[in-house]
């Protein structure tokens, strides 16, 4: 199965042996192509080892980034204190305990069916339990950006080296999970609803990153997806129930109310309409009137691509799209938005490789943003919606010639 960008290059055009970008007056050899891939490549092997020898090496009780307020979490549920991590006084006192600095603030907004994968965990070290997490969800989310066509290795090339990649390495943090459970479950979609959607209700265990899903599968009456959806995670509900008890649902509503409003430190690392608005000093009421503005038109136009099926483009734009409907998302959030970006680069190469400036400022932009965001953190310049906003308007407003010349082809074929 694969987002086959072929189908969307003129069926009886030939294709071109380099690449033209008109504004630039150059054309790109195939040669070039592949050894600035092959450097790329080597680069993110020695990206991969500096990180993880960061990781390693970090004081002050954050060894593996924010993996280390994950474990904590894993240590005092598998204790059987599960309740304490939706208690954010007594969650800060047991970290503090468990070697964090006094002075840092990791809060546990997830539900409680997250403790489902992160209770087991509690029994491992803490180095241990970083691998057991973090290698086989890259692995999944390579699978799904690949999946399993060989020969097309531009798909994990741009997983293995976009800055999200590194960023969700450095932090220890969840993106390769919900990476590859969107991913995958976009990339079954066609052919296996079903199973699409248990996928999906896995994806629960972060909320505010399948705000659009509902919209699409509407959109499209994919029904066996949005039930295999609604039991998957009504399952995990009852199982987490079982093992930790209902009343953590009760505590987790009340946490997620408490923790609104304590995340403003960071909404630097957050590059959604309301964090911009902000970090421009808006009040909380008029950031939220202004991410309702942009929400509510990005549905919209989500619902219109996936009423004509789940194809590429409208996989696209629901990646790209999930960033600018939902208020609440991190820079390490973003390994699945590589989806959006390596489609587009690999669908405008099979149209003919002409590219503009505007398209490749935006590309770049977008690709760089999840690394950009730190530096405009530093100087609080709230500018990390725009990428996102070009991308979104470039994959969803068609190309004249591309509406002549090529056809619409489903997420996953043969």
């Known amino acids: 199965m694969s987002l086959q960008a072929s189908a969307w290059e003129a069926p009886s ?5 380099g690449w033209r970008f008109r504004p630039l007056d150059f054309t790109l050899s ?11 490549a080597a680069m993110f092997f020695a990206y ?9 090496e970090a004081k002050e009780g954050y060894h ?3 993996f280390f307020a994950l474990w904590t979490s894993a240590v005092i549920t598998h204790a059987g204190d599960a309740a304490v991590n939706f208690d954010a006084d007594a969650l800060h006192q047991r970290q503090i305990a468990l070697g964090m600095n006094p002075d840092g ?9 997250f403790l489902l994968l992160l209770g087991p965990m509690g029994a491992l070290s803490q180095k241990v339990a970083f691998y057991v997490f973090m290698i086989p969800a890259f692995a999944a989310y390579l699978m799904a950006m690949w999946a399993g066509r060989w020969r ?7 997983a293995a080296i976009a800055p999200a990649t590194g960023i969700t390495l450095i932090s220890g943090q969840t993106g390769y999970l919900s990476g590859a459970l969107m991913i995958g479950g976009l990339r079954l979609l066609p052919t296996r609803p079903a199973l699409a959607g248990v996928l999906f209700g896995l994806l629960t265990y972060k909320p505010q990153l399948g705000v659009l899903v509902p919209v699409a599968l509407i959109a499209m009456g994919s029904w066996r997806a949005v039930a295999s959806a609604t039991a998957t995670f009504a399952a995990c509900a009852v199982a987490s129930g079982c093992v930790y008890g209902f009343p953590l649902w009760g505590l987790w509503a009340h946490s997620i109310a408490e923790y609104a409003t304590r995340f403003h430190p960071v909404v630097g690392y957050m590059p959604t309409i309301y964090a911009n608005a902000i970090m421009l000093g808006a009040w909380r009421s008029v950031a939220w009137v202004l991410q309702l503005a942009v929400s509510i038109p990005v549905g919209i136009v989500v619902w219109r691509a996936f009423r004509h099926g789940p194809y590429a ?12 409907a939902t208020p609440h998302a991190f820079n390490y959030d973003m390994p699945m938005m590589t989806l959006a970006l390596v489609w587009y680069f690999i669908d405008r190469q099979q149209a003919g490789g002409r590219f503009d400036l505007g398209e490749i400022v935006a590309l770049l932009l977008a690709f760089t943003m999840p690394f950009l ?17 070009l991308m979104f308007c470039l994959i969803a407003w068609p190309r004249k010639h591309e509406a002549e010349t090529t056809t619409e082809a489903a997420l996953a074929a043969g």
């Open 48 to 56: 991969v080892f500096m990180a993880v020898k960061v990781a390693l």
């Open 13 to 17: 055009a030939q294709k071109p042996s």
């Open 373 to 389: 965001m730190l530096e405009l953190k530093k100087v609080d310049m709230p500018m990390s919606w725009a990428p996102l906003g």
């Open 313 to 324: 483009r409208a996989a696209a734009l629901m990646v790209v799209g999930t960033y600018l």
């Open 105 to 113: 603030y990791n809060p546990f907004p997830y539900p409680p069916t």
């Open 152 to 158: 097309e290795w531009w798909w994990a090339l741009g």
């Open 30 to 40: 195939r040669k070039a192509v592949e050894l600035t891939a092959m450097f790329a």
């Open 64 to 66: 593996f980034g924010d």
